[in-house]
């Protein structure tokens, strides 16, 4: 079993949708990062969080340290959102990111 | 400011030959993180590297070293390339420490034949 669990593993949805992609994880950790990977291999870094909720523009994160889950929504979604999510963890002590597998959200118009 | 550099971008070698990629953190970074994504099996931690110290080791065998410079700068070396270390190879940069923001650079893509 993986560290980091991510589900959905793909996601189809129309443009305007409310998207949630969550983040399970099986180890302890000092923080939490959503990242997002457009194809050709660019990652950019959504969020990193310890605890409770954090919101930037249409994208939202939260965590449940007790539950060891995370959520990433999305409100209204729209095309330039395709991409790939990974949920990653610094793992408490040593603080090396392990990363879930990638959820891949495809957006249509 | 200017982001992570890594170069090259793009990188053809053959079996048995060794290959060194270079990554240039954000000015005032001093931490530099190492990955490398493959198909199968995902985004993986390789090293991190802090006031020129190698502070975290991931599961990689000892073909794959690195160093930090001064600078911050980093580089990453592979000696014997085999097949499977054809790859995404990503660094990233934070202030301190790899619990903090990490920003991503643009990867050297290694195709080894």
């Known amino acids: 079993k993986n560290e980091v669990e991510q589900s959905p593993q793909n996601l189809t949805a129309q443009e305007g949708e409310f998207i949630t992609i969550n983040c399970s994880y099986s180890v302890g950790i000092s923080a939490l990062h959503w990242l997002q990977q457009h194809p050709g291999g660019g990652i950019v870094s959504l969020f990193m969080l310890s605890s409770g909720k954090k919101k930037h523009g249409r994208l939202i994160a939260t965590i449940n340290i007790q539950e060891k889950h995370s959520s990433l929504h999305i409100t209204a979604s729209h095309p330039r959102d395709s991409a790939v999510y990974i949920c990653a963890v610094n793992n408490f002590g040593n603080e090396k990111l392990t990363f879930g597998t990638g959820t891949r959200l495809t957006i249509i118009p | 400011k200017a982001g992570v550099t890594q170069t090259p971008r793009y990188l053809i070698k053959t079996r048995g030959q060794q290959v060194t990629l270079s990554c240039s953190p954000i000015s005032g970074h001093r931490s530099v993180s190492w990955y490398q994504q493959t198909p199968g099996q995902g985004l993986q931690f390789l090293f991190e590297?802090?006031?020129?110290?190698?502070?975290n080791k991931g599961n990689f065998p000892g073909r794959f070293s690195g160093r930090q410079f001064s600078n911050s700068r980093s580089e990453m070396n592979v000696s014997t390339l085999e097949l499977g270390d054809s790859a995404l190879y990503l660094c990233?940069?934070?202030?301190?420490?790899?619990?903090?923001?990490?920003?991503f650079g643009p990867g050297t893509r290694l195709l080894v034949l």
């Open positions: 590297y802090f006031s020129e110290t190698q502070r």
């Open positions: 990233a940069s934070s202030l301190a420490a790899p619990q903090e923001t990490q920003y």
